[in-house]
């Protein structure tokens, strides 16, 4: 049973309802709280990528650019 159904059945009743919007608000932040945590996961992992990614592209950086596709070739498939 959701507590939008214990919201409805028993809204009348003083003596539950600030109990269900208390337990309503509750779930509310955990839910917020969890879903930050998950964001802050994946721009965790989103910054890591491009710090490995610089890392890699700065590697490259004193070779030069390729003049041609065969030299391009020769960089990348040794």
């Given amino acids: ?39 802050d996961e994946r721009q965790r992992k989103a910054q890591s990528v491009m710090d490995a990614a610089s890392r890699i592209l700065s590697g490259l950086g004193p070779r030069g650019p390729p003049e041609d596709a065969g030299r391009a070739e020769r960089l990348f498939c040794q």
Wanted: aromatic share 8%.
């Fill in 1 to 39: 049973m959701g507590l939008e159904e214990l919201e409805g059945q028993f809204g009348d009743d003083e003596t539950f309802l600030p109990d269900i919007l208390t337990k309503r608000d509750e779930v509310r932040e955990a839910f917020e709280a969890r879903r930050q945590t998950l964001q």
